[in-house]
C-alpha cells in the first residue's frame, strides 16, 4: 500500500511539473514573441524561423507557414542531429523534446498573435521592447531549467555535441548560436538578396549577452519556484484517481 501511495506521489510531482514547464515556456514565448516586435533583431532561436517565415509570406518557393511551425521543424532538425550524432548512446526518453519543442512552436504563435499590437516605431521604443523581451526570456529559461524536465532541443543538440567532442558545453552553444544567426543571414542574402536588420540586427546580438546575464541571476533567486515546484496542488485527488490504475 505505501508502495502504492509512493507511486501515486511520483505521478502528481511528474504532472506538476511540467505544468510549471508549460508556464516556463510560456514566459519564454513571450520573451522570443516581444523580442521579434521590437523589430531590431529577434533571440537567437527564432532568426532563421523569422526569415523562412517571411520568405514565405512573400511569396517566395518555401511554406508559408508561421515562425511557431517553422521552429517546430528546427526543432525535430535539432532532436534528428543529436540522434545521428550520439548514435546508441541517444537516449530514446529524450524523443520527449520533440513534444516539448512542439509547444514551444506552438505558443510563439500564441504569443505573436497576443503581441500584435505591439508595433514600436522608434528607435527608443523599439530598443525598449528588445530589452523587455529579452529579460522575459532570460526568466523564462531560468524557469524552465528548475523544472528539470527534458533538455529543450535547442539546449539537447549542442549538449550532443559537446558529450561526443569533449569540448566544454559553454563554447559549444556559443558555437551553435552564431551558426544560426551565420544561417539566418545568409538566408536573407539567398532569399531578399540582403541583410534582413529586423531579423538579425544588433538586438540578435543583445539577446546573445544579455539573456544569458538574466539566466543567472534569476537563477540565484529562485527559492520561491523550487517550494512551487514541491507543493502539490488541489487537484491531487483528480491525480491520485488517474493513479489508482498504476499497478505495485
Known amino acids: ?41 529577434s533571440s537567437v532561436i527564432s532568426t532563421l524561423p523569422y526569415v523562412f517565415q517571411q520568405a514565405g509570406s512573400q511569396g517566395l518557393p518555401v511554406p508559408q507557414w508561421s515562425i511557431g511551425v517553422y521552429t517546430i521543424v528546427a526543432n525535430f532538425i535539432f532532436v534528428l542531429v543529436q540522434m545521428i550524432i550520439l ?3 541517444f537516449e530514446w526518453v529524450q524523443l520527449f523534446q520533440l513534444v516539448i519543442g512542439a509547444f514551444f512552436g506552438s505558443l510563439i504563435d500564441v504569443n505573436m498573435l497576443l503581441t500584435s499590437w505591439l508595433v514600436p516605431t522608434v528607435l527608443w521604443s523599439k530598443l525598449l521592447a528588445q530589452w523587455v523581451g529579452c529579460t522575459i526570456l532570460g526568466l523564462g529559461i531560468a524557469l524552465e531549467v528548475r523544472c528539470g524536465s527534458v533538455t529543450m532541443p535547442g539546449e539537447g543538440m549542442p549538449i550532443a555535441i559537446s558529450r561526443v567532442t569533449g569540448v566544454e558545453f559553454p563554447k559549444v552553444k556559443i558555437m551553435v548560436d552564431v551558426t544560426l544567426v551565420v544561417l539566418a543571414v545568409v538566408f536573407s542574402y539567398i532569399f531578399f538578396g540582403t541583410w534582413q536588420w ?28 523550487d517550494s512551487v515546484l514541491n507543493y502539490r496542488p488541489g487537484f491531487r485527488r483528480y491525480i491520485y484517481g488517474l493513479a489508482r490504475y498504476i499497478k505495485p
Open 1 to 41: 500500500m505505501e508502495h502504492i501511495m509512493v507511486l501515486k506521489d511520483k505521478v502528481l510531482g511528474f504532472v506538476w511539473q511540467h505544468v510549471l514547464l508549460l508556464f516556463s515556456l510560456y514566459v519564454m514565448t513571450l520573451g522570443v514573441a516581444v523580442c521579434v516586435r521590437s523589430a531590431v533583431g
Open 198 to 225: 529586423h531579423i538579425t540586427g544588433v538586438g540578435t546580438l543583445f539577446a546573445m549577452v544579455y539573456v544569458g546575464i538574466v539566466v543567472r541571476i534569476v537563477a540565484k533567486h529562485l527559492g520561491w519556484f
Open 87 to 89: 548514435r546508441k548512446q
